[in-house]
DNA sequence: TGGCGTCAAGGTTGC
DNA sequence: GCAACCTTGACGCCA
């Protein structure tokens, strides 16, 4: 299958617009709270609804859905909104076309969310985001499996790779099972930070998580090692469950001279076929859903 | 209503 | 030691 993530133009320039990614600033969670969180998350969860539906009629099965689905969910517990019974039932709805459908939905909190830090705090606000996360999914009756991925990065290495990964292990062992039965990680676009096989050897074969194969990532942490051999060590960490891959093409090969190397461009020419035939691919591009349409022509 | 400056959070790197 | 940068759409102020 072939995936895109969070919006779908098409359904973005719709009148009304459909998309599941409505936020607030700082200063509009303090003014208003919880009452504008509901409302807000209300209508992202019935606008995933539509994108689900558009996605099958349009043969797309894979999708990740924003992290701002609830927001400002880390600043309070889901039972505590006003409209939490709507709520619980729309997520539900959400889940069970899921199944119906054989979906695979996932979610890929932003790089504030560092396991591994050196700061308690930091930590345990980004073990509430990854909680949160796990009770999204429990609400709508997904299984707890990587199949339903809550990806995330390490994203740092505090100059000692040894006691981040261990740090990492330790934290990841404990998180709630809502959270740790879903969670894979990912290699990183830095040469300094985690690459494919620093992750298997340092976290997925000690504490048992998948490791997510980023194509155009691992171009800056390649260790020696070719695409595919890097993602024939990820493999095996999913264990029974279809890996997911992330495929995306540098910006700088779709002329566009002046994008960083790790910039991503906005379509994509083609997935490499033995990618696509081992795994779920997640195209991380700027075109979106238009980006799959491209490849299937 | 449209344009546009700014946005909760962490961490790395360059100067 | 401080500032820029990551990344990118969307929020929300202001004309």
Redesign the pocket.
Known sequence: MLGYA??NRTL?ERDP?R?C?????????ESEGLD?AAE?AERNLRDLRAILEWNRDHGIRFYRCS??LI?????FDIEELPNYERIRSLARDCGAFVRANGVRLTFHP?????L????A??VA??VE?VAHHGRWLDLMGLPRSPRYAINVHI?????DKAA?AERFCDVVADLPPRARARLTVEND?????WSVPELVESVADRVGIPVTFDYHHHAFADRGLTYREAFELARPTWGDVRPIAHYSEPARLHGDADA?P???AHHVARVPPWLRRAADVMV?S?GKERSLFRLRS
């Open positions: 969070a919006m973005r617009p998309r990614n409505r936020d607030m600033r700082k200063a509009t969670w504008r807000l992290s701002t927001p400002w969910n880390s600043a932003d790089h504030w969310c560092k591994a830090s050196e700061s705090d930091t606000r980004s985001t994203g740092a290495h505090y100059g981040t676009d830095t040469d300094s930070l960083r790790q910039a991503h991380e700027g």
